[in-house]
């Protein structure tokens, strides 16, 4: 037995058949020739299978049991539906054209009866039905193009209810056949063989969903949004377009944007998970595939399904991947209920299918006792199964036992590779793993087999923890604290800014020096987890508050200068002190609102003076009113030490007190770092001991609030997002605009001004004013000459986003589900959502890099080249330019070159990476190798699209000298063409020594015979050169001079067949006299040249004849 396969990693998901429904047919005797299954339907209790003689059979999808016959002699079934909200009613329709409506009555226990019928398509044949989501009513569509719906009723909508007699009502007649419908909140969704429309069965209003038409079976379906952070929007509209192009359209029909799947169907296809025989996975890639998705399902948790004939494709929409696809025989038609697909084959055969994680499939088969199935797929899903997620749902022991049930004789090497995916697990979560063993060896908790925490509460305990010293209780309480760390470490995200100032205090806590007497509850914590992390938190909260003010206290008593003025001035320092705090406090709001009214003032001095055209055009004049607007600014809404260095310049009372306030001061800053150092691990230690999510979350929070020492210039200065006072709404407005083109001003200033603040130094203190956007847009302007501008943009705008939800799913590490969350926000805000594709890009790189095209135009190619490298950068655009189709690309492209100087940036880009070796495209001296065009360069197409866009004469001249210099051969004989440098296109054609290059649409071919004659001398001239490369083959082709590919190189001979076919054999024979060549034919050359004689003769006496009978008829005419 050959090694299985490995899939690539993009797969997760497979199509798995765990159930035979091969004996429910023979039970029905579907399996015979003379009756047969035509049509089926599926719902959360049945599965309804129509007959070729009439009949419809439910059958009770638990046990598989047939429940309901029900009969119809107005022919065979050929559609059925469901009721989605009401499993009592099913509809029917006949070949004949009738429409039934079938009441169960299970609950009375009554016998199945037709509450309504309808003969409205009598003659057409119906191609489709769908239940409305809320109401018993049925839409009906035909091969002529009507639809129709009507109503059932029942004795469940009210007394006489049943007894009413609904009519069938038309809603529209489309210009073909249905092909499917859809309803979802009141709209109709009608597919037909040319278009897609949207109707509004309430007020009776139609769309077309796009302009373009197409011809031929193309589905259509909504798409709910019930999920995330979309929940209770709007569904969508997906709609299937020739060439495996889906549409997806707003609820209301406007096309939004196009999925490509073409080239993504590429990929090799999973194998079926069946018992019925072994899975099999190729992975040689198939060609891309132009698909016709004659429906579309919505599919489980996002997904949409269609399928042919032969396959079944599953994708995910929302980010345009491709989930997966399988090729499955003989397809007629499906029907899912979330997760589940029943198929029906051309033979009448069903299949019941599952779609379901690669873990999951293994546990399912391992429940089954399916072990060599269960072997192959953990073999070929090796990605997937040995992550530690997996290990919930198959651990370790379950994978031994299972490679103990192979056969060692004929699943040898299927055991053997199994043991190696076995080495290759990762253990189980450390966190989850750490906190149970903590919990665990906890003498007060058992964990249960099942993961559940018990606590086991001590009632022998509580006389003596009631009579226990109030101190050993709060000793308690800390070691409680210490031992159910995980739970703080878990809510690390959802902490305030204090916790790590409780962290420290809760550290030196052991080393305080005196006893408090503190109120805590006498009464043993025998409550829920939470309880015992609240009551300790606030207890610590308290205790660290007075100790604290006491440990302040303690320090000024131990100052000589205090101890020399004896203990009572020191109270009546620290009254009076007290007392002026109290005075700031209640004086706070005062002078909040006077500040305020002075911001207001300046702020409208200086926007009328801006509305003066001599001072808006003057940089000068403008700068100097936004500095005097800067200083207002500075003192009420700037830094917090710059208003306190302001406070005690000006309230200087004397040297005392002047060393009472440095003192105070002094020890307030010192009592943190005192009790930081108290504890008995050193800061390393502890830092190593946190997790990377918590040391990352608490370097951000320490960004924005430790405040240093600042320098115009300095990344040293906090970034503040968050105004440090109230602003009123129409102020705020103002201050935006003032403080936005002052950030202008200063980043585009040619010259430096001592007394104004740089550009660097005023976004990150002021950045709460700033209109994100135009600091974006200006930002892009200014990233090569000032990228610390760029960088503290980022910076600001990841601290303001890092509270989202989204941020939490990227720390999580799934790309695709990020991109549906980031896919969720629209409308986008640019700022944002760059703060948000920044922490995608250091997550998972060029991988993600690729996914932000589907957010252009919002995120344009010019964000991305700030944040990515180099060669990321050029897979992402490489990735946005092939997302447009084949004939916009070109001016997709033309439309991105802005300023015109990035062309030359991405050429020169495009030509260094993934590209070939300088030493295989070019000589020593310089010149073209050998059939080096023949390499492949990583960004061809880009190249090419660079290459032909319409530029200037010097543009051009830059772009061939660059292909030239980088040995980009295909692209310089282009540019060459364009230059009319036609003797270097020559010469660099005979250096390649392919005469292809000469023939192609897009090769150089000679004009005249001057250019003829020029290029038979470069070939003679390159002939009595002998080339080592043509006889080793060091690019790869292996050619020698004698080979049989002779014929394409540019030989004398082959280029005079060449012009023996433009010009005729005889001319071709006199250039070459006059060129002094002697040539002797070959054999197969004479016989080409005795054709073209002929031919050429043949020519005109084709076109004399022609000519005479003109002239005859025109003389006859004249006559």
Not at 439 to 461: A, K, M, P, Q, T
Not at 785 to 796: D, G, I, K, Y
Not at 923 to 930: I, V
């Amino acid at each position: 037995m050959s090694p299985i396969p490995v899939v690539p990693e993009n797969h997760s998901h497979v199509l798995a058949e765990f159930d035979c429904l091969d004996p429910l047919l023979s039970a029905l005797r579907l399996d015979s020739g003379r009756l047969k299954c035509t049509c089926l339907a599926v719902s959360r209790k049945w599965l309804a299978l129509g007959t070729s003689a009439g009949g419809l059979h439910l059958i009770q999808k638990e046990g598989w049991k047939q429940r309901i016959i029900l009969t119809h002699k107005e022919g065979s079934i050929t559609q059925v539906a469901c009721c989605p909200h009401d499993e009592d009613f099913i509809a029917v329709a006949t070949s004949k054209g009738l429409v039934v409506v079938w009441e169960l009555q299970l609950e009375r226990r009554g016998r199945p009866e037709r509450v309504s019928v309808s003969w409205e398509h009598r003659g057409q044949a119906i191609t489709a039905l769908c239940w409305d989501t809320s109401t018993l009513r049925v839409f009906v569509g035909d091969s002529g193009g009507k639809v129709s719906f009507l109503r059932a009723g029942s004795s469940k909508l009210g007394k006489g209810s049943a007894f009413v007699i609904f009519p069938v009502q038309t809603v529209t007649n489309v210009d073909s056949r249905v092909v499917q419908l859809g309803y979802q909140d009141g709209r109709l969704l009608v597919s037909s063989l040319s278009r897609c429309y949207l109707c509004d069965t309430e007020r009776e209003k139609f769309w077309r969903v796009g302009n373009k038409e197409r011809d031929g079976e193309y589905g259509a379906c909504f798409f709910p949004q019930n999920r995330g952070l979309l929940v209770g929007q709007p569904p969508l509209l997906y709609c299937a377009r020739p060439g495996s192009r889906i549409w997806e359209a707003s609820f209301y029909g406007e096309v939004l944007s196009t999925h490509q799947f073409k080239q993504l169907l590429g990929c090799p296809p999973l194998p079926l998970i069946t018992f019925r025989n072994e899975p099999h996975y190729n992975p040689v890639q198939k060609s891309p595939q132009s698909i016709a998705f004659p429906k579309l399902l919505y599919l489980g948790d996002q997904n949409l399904l269609t399928w042919t004939d032969s396959a079944i494709y599953i994708f995910t929409p929302q980010n345009g991947q491709l989930l997966l696809w399988t090729e499955v025989k003989d397809l007629v038609e499906i029907g899912v209920y979330r997760n589940e697909l029943f198929c029906l084959h051309g033979s009448g055969h069903l299949s019941h299918l599952s779609l379901l994680s690669a873990e999951r499939c293994v546990e399912r088969l391992l429940r089954r006792e399916s072990w060599p199935l269960a072997a192959a797929v953990c073999c070929m899903f090796q990605h997937t199964i040995t992550t530690s997620r997996a290990r919930k749902s198959i651990p370790i022991d379950r994978l031994e036992h299972l490679r103990s049930q192979l056969s060692s004789t004929t699943h040898l090497e299927l055991s053997s590779q199994l043991e190696d995916v076995i080495t290759k697990l990762e253990p189980p979560d450390s966190a989850s793993s750490s906190r149970r063993s903590s919990i665990s060896s906890h003498e007060s908790f058992n964990v249960l087999d099942c993961g559940i925490y018990r606590v086991i509460s001590r009632r022998g305990s509580q006389s003596d923890e009631e009579t226990s010293s109030l101190v050993n209780q709060s000793m308690s309480e800390e070691e409680r604290l210490k031992e159910f760390s995980f739970v703080q470490e878990e809510d690390q995200v959802d902490q305030d800014p204090q916790s790590a100032e409780r962290l420290e205090a809760e550290r030196s806590e052991q080393g305080l020096p005196f006893h408090l007497p503190l109120s805590f509850r006498p009464k043993p914590p025998r409550i829920a987890l939470q309880a015992v992390k609240d009551s300790v938190s606030s207890f610590v909260k308290k205790t660290t508050e007075k100790i604290n003010t006491l440990q302040m206290n303690s320090d000024l008593w131990q100052r000589p200068e205090f101890r020399e003025a004896g203990q009572p001035e020191a109270l009546v320092a620290t009254a009076s002190y007290s007392e002026e705090m109290e005075n700031e406090v209640y004086d706070d709001m005062p002078n909040t609102e006077a500040d305020m009214r002075e911001l207001r003032l300046a702020t409208e001095r200086t926007i009328s003076q801006i509305q003066d055209p001599l001072v808006l055009l003057d940089p000068v004049c403008l700068e100097e009113s936004l500095l005097e607007w800067l200083r207002v600014l500075e003192r009420i809404l700037g830094p917090a030490e710059l208003g306190s260095v302001a406070v005690c310049d000006s309230n200087m009372g004397g040297p005392r007190e002047d060393r009472w306030e440095r003192d105070y001061f002094t020890s307030c800053s010192e009592q943190p770092e005192e009790s930081s150092c108290s504890s008995g691990e050193t800061p390393e230690r502890v830092a190593e001991e946190e997790s990377p999510e918590l040391r990352e979350q608490e370097e951000e929070c320490d960004s924005t609030e430790t405040v240093s020492g600042v320098s115009n210039g300095s990344l040293s200065e906090p970034v503040r997002v968050v105004s440090p006072k109230p602003v009123p709404s129409d102020l705020l407005a103002d201050l935006t605009q003032l403080a936005t083109l002052y950030t202008e001003l200063s980043c585009f200033r040619s010259q430096e001004n001592d007394r104004a603040l740089g550009c660097t130094t005023f976004l990150r203190r002021y950045f709460f004013l700033l209109d994100q956007e135009r600091v974006r847009r200006m930002c892009l302007l200014c990233y090569q000459e000032q990228a610390e501008v760029q960088s503290s943009f980022t910076e600001a705008m990841l601290v303001l986003t890092r509270s989202c939800k989204v941020v939490e799913v990227i720390h999580r590490g799934d790309l695709l589900r990020s991109l549906r969350s980031l896919r969720e926000l629209q409308p986008w805000s640019a700022p944002l959502l760059l703060a948000h594709l920044h922490r995608l890009y250091e997550k998972h790189g060029e991988a993600a890099v690729r996914s932000f095209s589907q957010f252009y135009p919002t995120i344009t190619p010019a964000d991305v080249m700030t944040m990515a490298q180099q060669s990321h950068f050029l897979a992402y655009l490489d990735n946005l330019v092939q997302s447009r189709t084949e004939e916009h690309r070109l001016s997709f492209l033309q439309s991105l070159l802005e300023p015109e100087s990035l062309r030359q940036d991405w050429l020169e880009l495009a030509l260094t990476h993934d590209a070939p070796q300088h030493g295989d495209t070019l000589t020593t001296d310089g010149q073209p190798r050998w059939h080096s065009h023949r390499f492949s360069w990583g960004y061809g197409r880009l190249l090419s699209l660079l290459i032909r866009l319409p530029a200037d004469l010097s543009s051009k001249q830059k772009m061939a000298e660059k292909c030239r210099g980088h040995g980009y051969w295909t692209g310089y004989l282009h540019l060459c063409w364009e230059l009319q440098r036609r003797t270097e296109a020559f010469s660099t054609i005979c250096q390649l020594d392919d005469i292809s290059l000469l023939e192609e649409p897009g090769g150089v071919e000679p004009q005249t015979l001057d250019e003829w004659k020029l290029l038979i001398r470069l070939s003679q001239q390159r002939s009595s050169v002998v080339d080592s490369e043509q006889v080793t083959g060091v690019n790869g082709s292996g050619l020698s001079n004698g080979s049989a590919d002779c014929g394409g190189k540019i030989s004398l001979e082959n280029l005079t067949l060449m012009l023996a076919r433009k010009a005729g054999p005889d001319r071709a024979l006199i250039v070459l006299e006059e060129c002094g060549s002697q040539l002797v034919l070959s054999p197969h050359s004479k016989l080409v040249c005795e054709l073209l004689r002929v031919t050429e003769k043949r020519q005109r006496a084709m076109i004399q004849a022609m000519l005479e009978r003109c002239d005859r008829f025109l003389w006859s005419q004249h006559a």
